[in-house]
């Protein structure tokens, strides 16, 4: 029996290992996009050179008093952010709660639920955004 104690204790912690393992969101995983959107076309972001077209959804927030619109693309774990006519492609990041995007630059989207967000620009104030409820 003494032999087979260490054998058993490795089973627990493999499977603990796989379990921490890094999971990309599926399309319809309400963590990879906010569930209010809009459709939009598909088509490729500007500064994305992978030439992959965004296939998922737009939506559109409230920020401080100006607009802001996310195209989320969960195949490649990307968002794409328009707000005062910049675009920023942002790779998706490790959030505690909700889905984080990121850049090289230090700019962040972080959305938490299906209208709420957070816009972070660099070396700027965050800025809380909503997204306006759904009609219907």
């Known amino acids: 029996m003494s032999r087979l104690r260490p054998a058993l204790c490795i089973v627990p912690l493999c499977l603990a290992l796989a379990a921490c393992g890094d999971r990309t969101p599926a399309a319809g995983d309400p963590v990879a996009a906010p569930a209010t959107s809009a459709a939009t076309p598909a088509e490729t972001p500007s500064g ?4 992959a077209p965004v296939t ?3 939506q559109v927030y409230d920020c401080g008093g100006r607009p802001l ?3 989320f693309d969960a195949g490649a ?13 942002m790779r998706q990041a490790v ?3 909700g889905a984080k995007y ?3 630059a230090g700019n962040t989207f972080w959305t938490r639920g ?3 967000a957070t816009l972070a620009l660099s070396g700027a104030p965050d800025i ?3 997204a306006p409820a759904s009609a219907g």
């Open 48 to 51: 994305d050179v992978s030439g």
């Open 56 to 58: 998922t959804e737009g």
């Open 69 to 71: 619109t996310a195209r």
């Open 77 to 89: 774990g990307t968002a794409t952010v328009m707000f005062d006519g910049t675009s920023l492609t």
């Open 95 to 97: 959030a505690a709660s």
């Open 102 to 104: 990121t850049d090289e």
């Open 114 to 116: 299906s209208s709420e």
């Open 128 to 130: 809380a955004c909503s």
